[in-house]
Every structure is written in C-alpha cells, then in structure tokens.
C-alpha cells in the first residue's frame, strides 16, 4: 500500500511536466477567442477583398490602416514606416507595447500579396468550409490570427506590463532593394526582441519551421571562339560556348549535391548573338546550327540552409567554372538574396513549448517541418539575432496560386494555439 501511495505521489507531483494543465487566465484567453471568432472571420473577409499587391501602394497602405486601427485598439503605438520613392515599395507597419513581464516578443507578417490589381482573383469565397481568395493563407490569414490572438490576449487582460512589437512588411512578396534599407526596421526590432514568431502559413496542422532556407542567385557566362562547326573540337577553334556550359551544368549536378541544398539553371541562352534584360529573366538569341556558339548566360538560384554551406558551394562552383574545355572561358558571379534561418537549439526550445500548448488544448502534437520543401522568408532577416519559430499562421493552399485557399475548420483551434503560446512566452 505505501509503494501505491508513492508511485501515486510521484506520478501526480512530476505529471505537470508532461502534461501542463491550463490556467485560469488561460481558460479566459480561450473563451476571447471564441467570442470573437465569427469577427475575427469577417475581419478576415474584409481585408481579402482589398487588393493588395505588392505594387498596388494605395492597397497595401489601406488593408495596413485596417491592421493599425486594431492594434491601437489593443494600445499598441503604431507607426508607417516610409520606403524612399525610388524603391517603389509602399512601407511597413509596425505596433509596439512596451512592458517588462516575460519575454521581449517579435511578430511577424506582411501585408502585401502576389496578386496585382490586374489579376482575375480578387475576391472572398466561401464554400462550405473552405474560403479562396488572394491572400487568403499567405497571408492575410496568418496576419489575422497574428492580431485576433493578440485581441484574446487584450481582451482577457493579458497583455499588460509585456513587450511586443507587431512588424508587418509591405514588401514581402518582392522586397524592396536595398534589402539592407527595407529590412533595417525589423533588425532594429530584433535586436532587442528575445524571440520571433512569424505568422507565414501553416505547413499542416502539426507542423512548424525552425528552420527555413535562403536564397541567392548566380550568374554563368560562358564564351568559346565563334567558328563554321565543322571546326568544332579541332585545335584551332575548341569546344564553343555551349559545350563549356552544358559541361558546367553537368559537373554541378554530379558533384554538388547534397542535403537541403539545391541550385537551379532557371534560364539560358546561347548562341552568336543575344540580349538578355535587366531582370534577366528574358532575353532574345540568334545562333545557326552551322556556326559554333560564342557566347551563352545562364541565370540561376541557389538554396541553402546555414550560410557556412551557402559559401562552401559558391566556392566549389567557382573552381568548376574555372577547369574550361578547349579555347573557352567562363565565369561565374553570385548575388545575396534572402539569409537562412537555421535550425538552431534555441529554435527547436521554441518548438517544444508550442509542442507543449498544444498537448495542453488536445490539439496533437506538433514537429518541426522539412526544411527542404520551404521557401525563404522575411524572419530568415533576423535569425542570426535571436530565436526564430515560422509556419504558425492559417492553414490552406494554391499559395500564390488562383484559387489560394483557407480551411476555416481549423482557423479557431490555430488562434486559440497562438494566443496561448505567446502568453506562455510573454509571461515567463
């Protein structure tokens, strides 16, 4: 009998660590969220319907006063930070609340979307339980239960004494250049945050990103000595600007590859005359089969997960490019694009508490997602700075896609995860 007692004693003293129940001021979080619910899905709505492309400043500025009217509701200072003219971005909104209770608390979002006035797919849809429109998930959705977990919170009386900053960009789809400018804000913020959480969408109910890839771009020019192509291979004229390339390209994917890093020829051309345009995404070429080529470009993307692999590759691209074929030349150059967040200790720490919420709400288990089938994103900017966690937004799909989809089944239980997690965060 008194081994039964201990083993109950010890099971019921060490059971909170496994499993936390909720608190009171948590129950009272969770019945704002479902209060305002049905609210928080026309708030949605409204905001879809606004077209926001990232060009589109008139919208981007409109759904962002719609964003900065909230906040301020929840007593949060908001100001619109100006992007210089010549970037032709239309600015940033960022909130704050100042405090000094638990953790100091960055949240991310971004306003603007890939849908440009132009598009056919502007407007809401319901059907059934799924709603389309541009933005639907990414991530006017996510933006939506970044602010409605935050209404929960203020609504509850659980946001006061806490330091929060809401940074939503308006540029996140196509960040305006120079990134070290039109990022500056939110490495400010960063900088004396704790921890980050973007609202990016949901890669599946049990699933969140602590680690995202960045991106770069490449640049290949390869030139060979222009010659009737009889004369292809012969000592005087050499292998021509196609072969050195084709053998570039061949050597990156025999020798390059490994995990979590790819690196794509998006566009090429080759030939004895071309232009390719700024952006260089097209370009126009003229070449004969009779005539060997002089000239190719190949313009390309390289994906990676820590920086130290994306300059081991650069490097070893490099020493590829400079073994040329016969009387070839060839060179390579690398612009930066989006950082890597990677997946740090700290990071996988955040995950274990969102893993912990939610087990307490019964909503399963969450794991940290493949790095691998992830884009880039704006919280890669501040990685270096602090803990990162990524994916915690709507769940849906067709992202960037007609028909972007939200599944409105699941947008309650998300809030009602977010709200509690940032809670347990700020009041640490």
Known sequence: MKNALLLLFLFTTFLPLAAQKLSRAEKKILQQVETNYESSVSFLERTVNINSGTFNHAGVQEVGKIYDSLLTSMGFETQWIEMPSEMNRAGHLMGEIKGSKGKKILLIGHIDTVFEPDSPFQTWNVTDSIATGPGATDMKGGNMVLLYALKALHDAGQLEDRQIIVMLHGDEENAGDPIDLSRKDIRDAAQRSDVALSFEPGTGYHYATVARRGSSSWHLEATGKQSHSSRVF?????????????????????????????????????????????????????????????????????????????????????????????????????????????????????????????????????????????????????AEYLDCLDGLGAIGGNSHAPEEFINLNSLENIIKRASIFIHRLSSE
């Open 234 to 382: 012969s000592e005087n004229v050499g292998a021509g600007a196609v072969y050195e390339t084709a053998r570039i390209l061949h050597r990156f994917y025999d020798e390059l590859q490994e995990e979590y890093l790819t690196y794509n020829p998006g566009i090429i051309i080759g030939g004895t005359k071309m232009n390719m345009d700024t952006t260089g995404t097209q370009g126009s070429v003229n070449g004969k089969t009779n005539v060997v080529a002089n000239t190719t470009i190949v313009n390309g993307d390289l994906r990676f997960i820590t920086e130290e692999q994306k300059e081991s590759t650069r490097e070893k691209m490099r020493e590829i490019v400079a073994d040329h074929l016969p009387l070839t030349e060839a060179s390579i150059t690398f612009e930066d694009g989006y950082p890597a967040m990677p997946p740090t200790e700290g990071n996988r720490q955040l995950l274990s508490i969102l893993d912990r919420v939610s087990q307490d709400l019964g909503q399963g288990a969450v794991e940290a997602y493949d790095p691998g089938k992830r884009g880039a994103g704006d919280i890669s900017f501040i």
